[in-house]
């Protein structure tokens, strides 16, 4: 079950280009991407309309698609161009396109009714097109329901367990109480850890010994879209009340797209406003997320394994589960809600 | 869902000795293989009567056959000889054997019920055991429902797009009409081709850089026996009046047979009347087919890849398609004529 | 279907210890295991009360398990003593510890309602901890339902035809009648083999020529504990009348421990108590011990693979087959009674 008038991430914008075709399943639905002369995406069910085939096997000629089954062709929009042995092109021949939006280098598509895909829903990340952020865009791939990421994205008290000599801190961390709002279509986290040790991810990148203050700040909105102000000051200059210079500053950007119902793309990156100059802290902040969202991979899969023997287990939750009962909660709704318009139409 | 009253190719004649055990499931049925003394083929089910251990586990015994779990034995009948620990030998103990006919380098067996198992009925390959045409015997086992490697068979504008460099030809060849005619318990397809380049593989064992005549005419009947006649000449010789001096003429046997729901053995060969002095053109000949049933198995799998995601997914009928469309419907039409006929006995 | 009120041997004493966790799966439920400061045993569900995550992936502090999740902490008896981001612990967040006896080498679970294990249950595998017998410990994994292993254990007519060069013996050895009693909870199999050629295994260690009398005499307890005295002495000197001088004994225990319906932990071992001096003899009584388990795991995982293809075949008893056929009765019976009693209550 997946909510399908929304905004998906399908990938980042490197991915996609106008020499070769890029398949991707979303939401249970295998999609060909590719671009036309103009650079623009499109973006078909990587289904034949005719035998099923998948399109990503196929050949681009002229900016459009041809199956390399028995030769049927499509163009950008959907509209099959040919079928071998006859001159008539059945209506049934031709594909619905995906609404898809490029921007801020990631491509957003759009899985359900294309009369209601509006874009000025697509979330706000523009420090993936500034100058003034740097980062590496990546991606990992989940064996689980994205559900679970969503949980772990939601729940910051895990960090010092299992990112304890990664992205963590002392284990005082987990007790730091969490600012929740409910935002539109989603939730607002803020948490701040004051005069604290930075964590070993930020000592790597400023050789700080001194205390830091320390936030995250944090949008997560459906289907799964997290966008995160994040960073560390000196201890009692001010960050909190909104002095920032001689901080270091992060944007992140991760955004959860389901493959299946047991499998999710994870998107990501982490974006640093400071060594602009120098190419070797991109890759150190980098390899420091990579590193722990490795440590998360590997604890959400144990935990999808031991979930999995027993369906009837029911989560227990605890005042640091606010945020993400709330996501559940407003995902459920959501896709019950689209469910029933569905149904009544 | 199989038709069980009809033969089965069970493989080739070398694949099944005196001196070892042969095991292969055919319609979900796993099947042991040998031959007596006299080098009759004996086919039982490859599970004991008693605990159900595989008996091509077993040893033979003066050509009967021991299961080596706890010492079963039985006879090329099926007759159990022997049961640990008793004289007596439960009636039960016997195990029903599967008529099993030898032909022209094939075994045909009969899944179903013994009393119809009709050796008329089986299809006349002959030229895979005469010194006029030379081939080499070959399987491939597909993880797909046999229908899938069906339709491929079934409609030959999959040549110039899936097989382009190999079995193929010009994209015009996608648009040339065949022929369909029904025949009993299945079609025959015709399809010529005029004063075309020579496909790939021909070039390969001809060097001809004139243009041919090509002609694709096969039976295909059910469950799944292709039998063809191919070939090509100078164009404008007249093969498609009779005369094929000069033609490079093919025969090509192939059948499927369902393992399971999901996997099938694909049995095949082309057997070729020129050049027989020259062992390499025969290796030449099968390794172009070899290359091409590769492409097929990579499209084949893919497709059902991608089918296996949307079990609601209906197919587009073509033009092209009317031979499959017609066998599916055959292959349907028979088996619930069988079942019904299993229902009220 | 497991039966619950029963002790399952969890594993051998030295798999667990106070400085890691140990994690196994018994009857379809994930255990952790270690030991406290006095060396004890704890086991809980390996299945963090809070989100699920497993227990065996956390940090002993203190002789406390804290989950590597989010921190949740638990002593040995599974109460939660400590959550993270509140003072409060809900009661819902402690774990019902499974009762736990180690004896003889053996940890023995009890999956079932706590207050119905009885120690006294345990059945006496003595041998295990004492000098007068070496053995080495071993365990082996199965992805079969444990009823098939139990099956093969409870039918030593299989030995001259899997073990034919290892734990065997010669044909005749499969006619010989079993003398099979019903005992508390399970069966007594008595089996003699007089003046026959010593067994392959059996030659190994003594080098006799001469023929022997040749024993075996287990108990098969429910839910598939194996407990056997067996050996073999000169022909003639009196075996069967109780003298064992002269004789090689052996003591077999081994445990059959449901992982979930398709896969078993198989412990086992096989002490002898001669060449005692000598522990080349341990080995090579262990190494031929595995050289057969390993054909019955091969013969067994081909069985199952044939039993998968059709769930309605029926075995067909043999006399042979009088001890399984009784056990998987009683096994049968012993599951729907304490089913229908978990009903009622």
Known sequence: MFLKNTWYVAGWSHEIT??????????????????DAQGRVAALPDRCSHRGAPLSRGRLEDGELRCMYHGVKFNCEGACTFVPGQERIPPGANLAPFPVVERNKWVWIWMGEAAKADPSLIPDTFWLDSPQWHYKPDCMHYDVNYLLIADNLLDFSHLPFVHEKTLGGST?????????????RGLRVERWFMDAEPAPFVKRVTNWTQNVDRWNMYDFILPGVFMM??????????????????????????????????????????????????????????AS?????????????????ILSLDPGFKMMPLNVDNALGYFRWLMGRSISAEQSLARAA
Chains 1, 2, 3 share one sequence.
């Open 289 to 305: 997320v990579v590193a722990g969202f490795k440590e998360d991979w590997d604890m959400i899969h144990a935990q999808a394994g």
């Open 172 to 184: 005082e961390y987990a007790n730091v109480r969490a600012d929740v709002q409910h935002i539109d």
């Open 18 to 35: 106008d020499t070769s075709l890029f398949s991707r399943t979303i939401t249970g639905v295998p999609v060909v991407f590719w671009r």
């Open 229 to 286: 102000d994040s960073g560390s000051a000196p201890a009692g200059t001010g960050a909190r009340e909104g002095n920032r210079v001689g901080a270091v500053q992060f944007r992140s950007a991760q955004a959860l797209t389901p493959e299946t119902e047991n499998s999710t793309h994870y998107f990501f990156s982490q974006a640093h406003d400071f060594a602009l100059d120098d190419p070797s802290v991109t890759d150190t902040v980098h």
